[in-house]
Structures are given as structure tokens and as C-alpha cells.
């Protein structure tokens, strides 16, 4: 079986949401059009958006409804991300918290989807 590698968020403007991810992923999509762009990181992940009023075929989605994890090694690179992202001016739904899979937080993008980074309990 075909193990997934992409994601694709639905978006109101790809053109507001590559400034957004761009500021935040530090790298530059590797497409862009009007109506999707992609980005590639450097562990191969692809983060596409498409926008909600052209994707085929419709989608009754309006945004928000996916969550975007990343990892950290050590529960310091979660309270760093959070400085970092609050300094950005990133909207920040839920701040540093222990739960019971590990040390998080959670931001949102423009569209409303979730940024979680985290730090799994050992």
C-alpha cells in the first residue's frame, strides 16, 4: 500500500496563505497558481492549499477542520516555537500546557486550521 506523503488544506486565498506558511516554514512553495500552491519541506512532507471555491470536486468544508502537528525533541523547543510564533503575531487558541500524550500548545492559521507542536511524554 501506498503510504501517504501530502496534505492538502483548503484555504480562502492560496496567494494570503503562502505569505502565512511561508513566514512560518522559512521556504518558498514550490508551485503557485491563483488556486493552489505546495509547499515541500525538507523531510519530503508536502503541504498543499487549494482554494475552497475552486477545489473539485466541492468540497462542504469551510476550513478549520485539520490540525498540522509538529514535533519537538525536548519540551524548551515547544516554549521557543510558541515565543516565536506569538512574536509573529500567530493567533494562539490553547498556550503551553502538559496533557496527557506530552507538552504542547496550539496556533491557527488563517483559515482556522490548527498548528499543534508538541513534545510526546517518554
Request: hydrophobic residues 45%; negative net charge; glycine residues 10%.
Amino acid at each position: 500500500m501506498a503510504a501517504p506523503n501530502m496534505i492538502i488544506i483548503y484555504v480562502d486565498s492560496p496567494e494570503k496563505s503562502v505569505g502565512f506558511y511561508r513566514q512560518l516554514l522559512g521556504v518558498e512553495p514550490v508551485e503557485q497558481s491563483a488556486t493552489f500552491a505546495l509547499f515541500v519541506l525538507s523531510n519530503g512532507f508536502k503541504l498543499g492549499m487549494w482554494s475552497k471555491h475552486t477545489v473539485e470536486p466541492a468540497a462542504g468544508a469551510a476550513g478549520g477542520g485539520m490540525e498540522i502537528c509538529f514535533p519537538c525533541e525536548q519540551p524548551e523547543q515547544v516554549d521557543a516555537f510558541y515565543q516565536q510564533w506569538l512574536a509573529k503575531g500567530l493567533a494562539m487558541i490553547q498556550p503551553p500546557v502538559a496533557m496527557d500524550f506530552g507538552y504542547t500548545f496550539v496556533a491557527e492559521d488563517l483559515d482556522g486550521h490548527r498548528l499543534r507542536v508538541y513534545k510526546l511524554n517518554d
